[in-house]
């Protein structure tokens, strides 16, 4: 055996931590809430890591401990208070993961999160391994912006290197873009420029792989944004069989070439003849899977519970077609809404995160109903966003 596949396998390998130990969360939004409930109800105990207080996650765990990322004393008081450690969102210094890695593990591994929460070296990952992803350039400059623009051509998208997520730090460029311009008005000091491809669909994947090498894969969702913004996730995607089985077979081979303990949502652009592209990778449980908390034997939540503490991973079966719709604050806009008139229907599930202020745009809860068909689900949906909004 080599090197190679010696520290691979210690990366893999842990003790299994049984219902009873306790569980750290890096991050206390709705994620980590819903991490929290799986958690409980298997009878672990958590303990959750968030710079602000009465966080979501907070609210469910033993424990909330609010203090800065950058605070090491205050993370490895936390670490030594459990037994693994995971986290439910990409934007926490890797300094932070290391502190902690040093006294108790941490799945995914810092790796991963230091490829993910960065696009260019989430691009130059895919792009180094065969994976597919839009052609690319990374700039620093308004020099090297044009220098790219005149490679890439347009339309294409200019993206901050670091953070940004729902659309954010993003300006799409078309022909006879002015690269000075653009670069005054993108304000950051790095950027990724990609080719704009034309999709007909944004699908995902949520893959889950153990501390044994195993992976498991829950079912293809279709996605539709609104404003950029994630509005409705559809179970089953609505395409071909070969198409799923490829976004399938993608996103296990990239958790794989990741070494991934733990979850990876691989979201997809299906171009117009039924091409792949992968957009973005999230190391952790991932909005266009909340449908599995409801319509899968096992959710997205319990599964990365299994794998960061080394059991046996459950099945991911589907239960019933069903569409997950996202609830934005948008929707308090004359008050609290009326939840009757999500309640009414007896196959909806209301699921909202003990968020203290609701803001346009601010994800505050999401519905799942379950139907005989996502058709007949997505119909429900809309007479529900229509009630609710007039």
């Not at 080599?2 to 842990?14: G, R």
């Not at 391994?129 to 990374?138: D, I, T």
């Not at 799923?244 to 652009?269: C, K, P």
Request: charged share 25%; glycine share 8%.
């Amino acid at each position: 055996m080599d090197n190679q596949t010696t520290e691979k396998k210690s990366q893999t390998e842990s003790k299994s931590i049984f219902p009873g130990g306790v569980v750290g969360i890096l991050g206390g939004g709705q994620l980590g809430r819903m991490l929290a409930i799986a958690a409980r109800r298997m009878g672990y105990s958590v303990h959750a890591y968030e710079p602000q207080p009465d966080c979501p996650a907070g609210q469910i765990c033993d424990l909330e401990v609010n203090a800065p990322y950058t605070d090491a004393d205050a993370l490895k008081k936390f670490a030594n208070g459990v037994d693994v450690v995971s986290f439910e969102f990409e934007n926490i210094p890797r300094s932070a993961i290391e502190t902690v890695s040093e006294m108790r593990p941490v799945h995914p591994r810092g790796e991963v999160l230091h490829i993910c929460q960065n696009r260019e070296r989430e691009k130059t990952f895919l792009h180094s391994n065969g994976f597919p992803c839009a052609p690319f350039r990374v700039v620093d400059s308004a020099a090297s912006l044009a220098e790219a623009l005149q490679e890439i051509g347009t339309p294409s998208v200019l993206k901050t290197a670091d953070f940004g997520y729902d659309g954010k730090g993003q300006i799409k460029l078309d022909a006879g873009a002015d690269a000075t311009e653009v670069w005054n008005r993108f304000r950051a000091p790095r950027g990724v420029l990609e080719k704009w491809i034309s999709f007909r669909a944004e699908l995902s994947v949520v893959c889950a792989r153990s501390t044994d090498g195993k992976t498991v894969a829950f079912p293809v969702s279709e996605n539709q944004h609104s404003h950029h913004i994630l509005d409705l996730s559809i179970v089953p995607a609505r395409f071909p069989d070969d198409v799923l089985e490829s976004a399938t077979r993608l996103a296990t081979q990239i958790t794989e070439a990741l070494d991934v303990v733990g979850l990876l949502a691989v979201e997809f652009f299906l171009t117009d003849d039924n091409q792949l592209v992968v957009n973005e990778l999230a190391p952790r449980p991932h909005n266009s899977g909340h449908f599995t908390f409801d319509a899968c034997m096992t959710s997205q939540f319990e599964q990365q519970l299994r794998a960061v503490c080394g059991l046996p991973l459950g099945s991911p079966d589907l239960m019933s077609p069903v569409v997950m719709w996202n609830l934005l604050g948008d929707l308090w806009n004359n008050g609290e809404p009326d939840w009757n008139v999500i309640l009414e229907n007896p196959r909806a599930k209301l699921h909202l995160y003990g968020k203290s202020e609701a803001r346009p745009g601010r994800k505050m809860g999401h519905v799942c109903v379950m139907a005989e068909s996502t058709e007949q689900a997505i119909r429900e949906i809309e007479t529900m966003k229509q009630r609710l909004t007039h």
